[in-house]
């Protein structure tokens, strides 16, 4: 059986080869991921990716990338990790991404929040443009909340998204059948009018870690 039948089998929950369930599996960091801003320069080699939003939404409301006069209200960050590499005898019982956040954020969690979501399709980083591609697939029952208590305990600080077993099984299918995770990170943090901003670390940091995935 290939590797993408092994892991769609996992993911639909059908043990494999009566073999014992591995109970995590560190899939690592990503091997894609980009600064989604209308003004970044080197949006897949950029060290850090910045996320903010208007104050209240953390998705443009006319949609990716949006017009002109709004571009600026929001910054995402898009991230891809290859599955071809999980073990035959995983069994999908949800992940946790880890982000590991700057020590110069400025970033109130009190008020604001980080949150995933999915994205349409995957990407290459080195090819990758602002506008094309994937897009984070829009509405509320589609996000989830990260934790970001931790946002500002200064270095090593971190950013944890807790994804549920219980996802649609069109998504887990999608990731089974072309062999990546391909998601969004996005914060409805107002940077415009007060600086207000979460800057993690990408896959080419090598200060801290860029986004992480395992496999519960």
């Known amino acids: 059986m290939n590797k993408s039948l092994r892991f769609a089998s996992a993911v639909l929950g059908i043990t494999m080869s009566g073999s014992a369930a591995l109970a995590q599996f ?9 600064w989604v801003y209308q003004h970044s320069s080197n949006p ?12 209240v939404l953390e998705l443009n409301p006319t949609g ?11 910054s995402y960050g898009f991230a891809s990790w290859d ?11 949800g992940a946790r991404i880890t982000l590991t956040v700057s020590p110069d954020t400025n ?15 995957s990407f290459d980083e080195r090819t990758w443009i602002f506008g094309q591609g994937p897009q984070p697939v829009p509405g509320e029952f589609r996000r989830i909340v ?25 998504i887990l299918q999608t990731w089974a059948r072309t062999r990546r995770m391909n998601l969004a990170f996005t914060c409805n943090a107002d940077y415009l009018n ?5 800057r993690i670390g990408s896959s080419e940091n090598t200060t801290y870690d860029g986004p992480r995935l395992v496999l519960r």
């Open 26 to 34: 560190d899939v690592g960091i990503c091997g894609d991921d980009v």
């Open 44 to 55: 897949g080699t950029d060290p850090v990716i910045r996320l903010w939003g208007d104050g």
């Open 64 to 74: 990716y990338p949006g017009t002109l006069e709004s571009r600026d209200l929001f």
């Open 83 to 93: 599955l071809s590499g999980v073990p035959r005898n995983y069994q999908w019982r």
């Open 107 to 121: 970033y109130d969690p009190q008020r604001y929040d980080v949150y995933l979501r999915v994205l349409t399709d």
């Open 146 to 170: 990260g934790d970001d208590s931790r946002a500002n305990n200064g270095p090593g600080s971190t950013i944890t998204f807790e994804i549920p077993r219980n996802l649609p099984t069109s």
């Open 194 to 198: 007060e600086r207000q901003i979460i």
